[in-house]
């Protein structure tokens, strides 16, 4: 007689499919946050950067990357505003749906179980948060890059002027 084995065959890594979509999921969610956390502390770090390689006001303003890179630091920040304040606009449209309309709520979770979409949430919402992503990563690296090229272009005795 062959011995019963005490656990259950070794799975890999995920019990199941909708164990492994899960954690994606939940890793998606979590780079995607770690993206605004990120992409703001470095607009800040360029805003201070900008204030020390250029000395002052004056400094900045003086200087054409200088501008250019507090210019794309304010579109990213204001960028963060305007996604936040849509997606939270649709999303809350989306928990009124959910409690108004059950029957059809339950009838689209069953529409799309198991495929691809974008459901429970819409195409407008993942639209805008594909396009808030772009626009943090984007206007952030663009700022730090015209920090960089600013700085590096713009003549030593410019960086040594006091306010």
Same mark, same amino acid.
């Given at each position: ?21 899960? &954690? ?36 900045? #303003? ?14 990213? #920040?204001?960028?963060?505003? /305007? ?6 606009? #649709?999303?809350? &449209? ?18 799309? /179980? ?15 948060? =594909? ?6 990563? /984007?206007?952030? =690296? ?22």
């Amino acid at each position: 007689m062959t011995p019963q084995p005490t656990e259950p065959p070794d799975t890999g890594l995920y019990s199941s499919p909708a164990e492994a979509s899960k &954690k994606v999921s939940s890793e998606y969610e979590y780079w995607s946050g770690k993206l605004t956390e990120t992409s703001l502390h470095l607009c800040y770090a360029v805003i201070g950067a900008n204030w020390v390689v250029f000395g002052s006001i004056n400094g900045i #303003l003086d200087n054409n990357w200088a501008k250019m890179s507090l210019l794309m630091v304010i579109l990213a #920040l204001a960028s963060n505003i /305007v996604g936040a304040w849509v997606l939270s606009w #649709l999303l809350r &449209k989306r928990v009124i749906y959910s409690e108004d309309k059950k029957a059809e709520w339950i009838k689209e979770f069953n529409q799309f /179980v198991g495929i691809r979409s974008t459901w429970p949430f819409t195409d407008s919402i993942d639209a805008v948060g =594909l396009w808030m992503r772009r626009i943090k990563a /984007v206007f952030t =690296l663009a700022a730090g890059a015209c920090l960089i090229w600013g700085a590096i272009n713009t003549p030593a005795s410019v960086h040594m002027k006091t306010p």
